[in-house]
């Protein structure tokens, strides 16, 4: 917090993906299944750390900051993290111990059995999510040539859904 009074906004902004983007998107495509309740801090905490680069007020609106330095916001970012699997996997670059994960022609349950509160949930909800995010993105992201450009389009297109109609100055 006291580096935003003496670095210019452009260094807060390679701390922020330095120091702070990497430890949100550690294990993201693992925790970012679980309830709001329990993201709401980091949430909060990247929302605080964009007011500090660009220097807002504490109750500013965040959404045209996010869109204007594009940086995803959490749910984004796992929603990219999940989708560059599904790329991978839809490709044939997954390595080969991981493409039992999504099997798709598999039907999971969700009947009433004795392993029904185990922690396989994140794994079949990132599952379920994996295809579901797969099912809706666009053809041309999907048949991207490679995952630099998968990557690209798609963050683009999260980006876009950001309200951007307040005038931001850099």
Request: charged content about 20%.
């Amino acid at each position: 917090n006291r580096a935003k009074h003496f670095l210019p906004k452009k260094h807060l902004l390679l701390l922020y993906h330095s120091l702070v983007q990497p430890h949100i998107e550690y294990g993201l495509t693992l925790w970012g299944t679980t309830h709001a309740t329990y993201v709401k801090k980091i949430t909060i905490l990247q929302k605080k750390v964009i007011q500090i680069i660009n220097r807002t007020p504490y109750n500013d609106h965040t959404n045209p900051y996010f869109a204007h330095m594009k940086i995803l916001k959490i749910k984004e970012l796992f929603e990219l993290q999940v989708s560059k699997y599904m790329y991978r996997y839809h490709h044939g670059l997954l390595p080969k111990g991981l493409q039992f994960v999504f099997n798709l022609d598999r039907h999971d349950h969700r009947y009433n059995t004795r392993r029904q509160f185990t922690n396989y949930y994140a794994v079949a909800d990132s599952k379920y999510i994996g295809q579901t995010l797969w099912k809706n993105l666009p053809d041309n992201i999907k048949n991207a040539n490679n995952i630099s450009i998968f990557k690209r389009r798609l963050k683009k297109s999260l980006l876009n859904t950001y309200d951007e109609r307040v005038n931001l100055q850099n």
